[in-house]
């Protein structure tokens, strides 16, 4: 399982670089192996580190840690979502215990960032649900009527108010729900890293080729060496079914996005000098779109069927054009040069837009597949598989385990074919938006 992230991303290259990297150079033997390096993975890597300081425990990602899709993100934990994935679930009572895991997920993320003293640009800023079509006001009814049946805070905006706080007339209606949060993705991983125990050995760019189980013990085959493990939680979200975890119940999707350079003081007054603010789109394939602490425009309008293992720096080019053209409808006014960085990113997807939390064997336990909110459920699942592991049950296993289970998908060559039908019909839908 050999990953090639592009090297473009500016929430990580803003960050300093780390001095302390280590790959698998021998063979090696432990009591907990954790295959995978992001919010999951370094969670699960602390948690258990904490509550088993006398064992041998190793983390190993394929790439530098925190640098595949944890530091790639947009940088929203969520407490709400519209469009979760590609069956709608218009359940009350369903919908109740996707965001009671959602609100579990803030609380340990706050939890975290609180006990480190983590500086990632923290702020409860809210979010937008905003369109500007002025027919999906409908659509964001029939959202409130759920919020407000949920007891969640938020209120209906159109054109003029929008306009006002976010600096751009692009948008005729958007809903606002006060619980969001936006912060630095790569801040706050990075942070992980940093906070891992001494008892936790972290190997980098050391590709997992393949795995078997003999008798009870695990054995992991690296370009490099050979690790034994007692035990082993896979943590790689959307690389789950490259290496056959659960593999007919989640996909990948390849996501791109860019941002631009610091907006000058003049082009911030000229857009009104709003607070940060996060915008995500009513219709599925539309435009996710930030105001950074900085002023930066982040924006991210694209998904597709991809290689999850690489994206050439040509289509990203590509991708980027469709990105600047986003930011023109928003903002006509500003530079038409203005993007700075455009990178790539992996989304796990499952068909009913659940999450992976399982045993799959005596010693095997595998979360993932966060349908974009991985910053607070990954954080959340990861601390809550390494004590699921640990044989330990909390009011939060409860809360997870009382989720509606991921669904079989439907076999190849039918998945590949219906996600990209699927994504062209909700990109067509969303055309004005993106």
Not at 186 to 199: C, T
Not at 240 to 249: A, C, P, Q, T
Not at 293 to 300: E, N, P, T
Request: hydrophobic fraction near 35%; aromatic fraction near 10%.
């Amino acid at each position: 399982m050999e990953v090639t992230n592009d090297k473009y991303c500016s929430w990580i290259n803003e960050l300093n670089h780390r001095t302390n990297i280590r790959s698998l150079l021998s063979n090696e033997e432990c009591d907990w192996l954790i295959i995978g390096a992001g919010y999951t993975g370094l969670s699960a890597a602390r948690k258990l580190g904490q509550i088993n300081s006398n064992l041998k425990i190793i983390l190993v990602d394929a790439q530098l840690a925190g640098e595949g899709a944890s530091g790639r993100n947009s940088g929203y934990l969520v407490d709400t979502t519209l469009n979760d994935g590609f069956i709608s679930n218009k359940e009350l009572h369903d919908y109740k215990k996707k965001v009671d895991i959602y609100s579990l997920g803030i609380d340990v993320v706050k939890k975290f960032i609180k006990e480190y003293q983590v500086d990632c640009d923290w702020n409860e800023s809210g979010k937008y649900f905003a369109s500007s079509k002025i027919e999906d006001k409908k659509i964001l009814y029939n959202f409130s009527n759920t919020l407000y049946k949920l007891g969640f805070e938020h209120s209906i905006f159109g054109n003029k108010e929008l306009s006002k706080r976010l600096g751009t007339s692009f948008y005729n209606i958007g809903l606002y729900t006060k619980g969001g949060i936006l912060l630095h993705p790569g801040k706050l991983v990075r942070a992980m890293v940093d906070a891992l125990p001494s008892n936790v050995f972290l190997y980098e760019n050391s590709c997992l080729l393949n795995w078997s189980k003999n008798k009870d013990f695990i054995s992991c085959n690296f370009k490099n060496g050979i690790i034994i493990s007692k035990n082993i939680i896979f943590a790689v979200n959307g690389f789950l079914k490259s290496l056959g975890i659960k593999s007919n119940y989640n996909f990948p999707i390849s996501l791109t996005a860019s941002m631009t350079r610091r907006l000058s003081d003049d082009e911030f007054k000229s857009i009104g000098e709003p607070k940060e603010w996060g915008v995500l789109p009513v219709r599925p394939m539309g435009a996710t779109i930030r105001m950074t602490k900085d002023r930066r425009i982040l924006i991210r309008n694209t998904a597709e069927v991809h290689s999850p293992f690489n994206m050439s720096r040509d289509l990203l080019q590509k991708r980027s054009l469709k990105q600047k053209i986003g930011i023109q409808k928003r903002f006509p006014h500003l530079p038409k040069d203005i993007i700075r960085s455009s990178w790539s990113g992996i989304v796990s997807r499952t068909r009913n837009s659940s999450q992976i939390f399982e045993k799959i064997d005596n010693n095997i336990f595998a979360a993932g597949s966060y349908n974009g909110s991985g910053i607070g459920v990954g954080t959340l699942f990861g601390e809550q598989i390494a004590l699921k592991a640990s044989e330990q049950n909390t009011k939060e296993i409860k809360i997870i385990e009382a989720r509606n289970k991921v669904t079989l998908l439907p076999p190849e060559p039918f998945l590949s074919l219906g996600i990209r039908a699927r994504l062209l019909f909700e990109r067509i839908k969303a055309k004005s938006e993106t």
